[in-house]
């Protein structure tokens, strides 16, 4: 039972049916059709002007922050952002850029600690230039933001001059959760990134999506950074198969992590909230007296994986190649394990 991450999913039959019949071109030149059909369908469901597919969510966030900065400027994001502590140093290597992280709390940041992190426009201070949120946020557990903060935190950008980007590689599980349209989320940023090969169970691939003038950039970039793909149409016709199949049954996923959660709460013998599971991402505490990495190899042994998440956590993720069936039983094997 693999609750490490939802990006352990495998394509079904249908799925590769779709991908083994894809018509192809080559995309550097703009000839893949298939390509060209899913990154229309994403920019039309966020409402953007244009998109760019790419390899990986951590290459679309990197083209976001490439194509919004200058070598020298600064980025601000939340302590716990997957920009900051998953993509491997990239914003200082690729872009010359600076992180300025600030605390939120479970992922989330509030208009006015944004405010305070921006610098003051003097000489030796580099200047802020982008303000990035995650939505689902994954080491928050993947908690929502409220649109309130969303459009609390724009406002500052604005007034600012500052550009706005969501990291949305979950923003179809804040969609399925809240009811709110991904487009609406959006049309409060100038770039959003959205991941395929998560809850939505594609094996490869994101887009970027922004205006025109910005996504031609950002192809460029693309090229630079090695993304320039050929005739990935076989990758993309699974993006397009699970927009349209595996969107709405998220609500699912969200629903056996709550199962999960509730018989780890009802146990006691872990430390987590119900409350705050919203989506499909479960982070529980350990009690002092268990060892993280020992807990996460006694789990494997005994049939359930999981991953670390922040200092003395465990994280459980759920996704279409879990049933209930198993999110239950997983939880019961946890219930019943004892530290040696």
Not at 13 to 22: G, L, Q, V, Y
Not at 194 to 215: D, H, N
Not at 263 to 276: A, G, T
């Amino acid at each position: 039972m693999d609750l490490r991450s939802d990006t352990v999913t495998k394509p079904g039959d249908a799925m590769r049916k779709a991908m083994s019949e894809a018509e192809v071109g080559d995309d550097v030149f703009g000839e893949d059709p298939t390509i060209n059909r899913l990154q229309e369908k994403v920019a039309d469901l966020l409402g953007k002007e244009a998109a760019i597919y790419v390899p990986s969510g951590t290459m679309s966030n990197q083209l976001a922050l490439k194509t919004h900065t200058s070598p020298g400027d600064e980025v601000i994001v939340e302590k716990d952002s997957h920009i900051f502590n998953y993509e491997s140093a990239a914003p200082s290597l690729l872009s010359g850029i600076q992180l300025n992280p600030v605390p939120g709390t479970r992922g989330l940041m509030n208009a006015e600690g944004v405010e305070d992190a921006i610098r003051p426009d003097v000489y030796y201070m580099m200047p802020t230039r982008l303000v990035c949120v995650e939505n689902t946020h994954n080491r928050g557990g993947g908690s929502i933001y409220p649109m309130r903060l969303i459009e609390d935190i724009k406002q500052v950008a604005v007034r600012h001059n500052l550009k706005y980007h969501l990291d949305g590689a979950r923003l179809w599980n804040a969609s399925i959760a809240t009811g709110i349209k991904v487009s609406e989320y959006a049309t409060h940023f100038d770039s959003v990134s959205v991941c395929l090969s998560k809850g939505l169970g594609a094996p490869v691939g994101s887009v970027l999506t922004g205006t025109r003038e910005y996504i031609n950039r950002a192809r460029r970039f693309r090229k630079i950074f090695g993304g320039g793909m050929r005739q990935a149409g076989v990758l993309a016709a699974a993006g397009l198969y699970a927009l349209e199949h595996n969107f709405q049954r998220l609500a699912e996923d969200h629903e056996k992590a709550r199962v999960f959660a509730q018989i780890l709460c009802d146990s006691k013998q872990y430390e987590l909230n119900i409350d705050h599971v919203e989506t499909n991402i479960v982070i529980f505490g350990l009690k002092p007296q268990m060892k993280t990495d020992k807990f996460l190899a006694d789990a494997k042994s005994l049939g359930v994986l999981l991953s670390a998440g922040t200092a003395g956590k465990v994280r459980a993720v759920t996704h279409l190649d879990v049933s209930m069936e198993n999110v239950k039983k997983a939880a019961e094997i946890l219930v019943n394990y004892r530290a040696e």
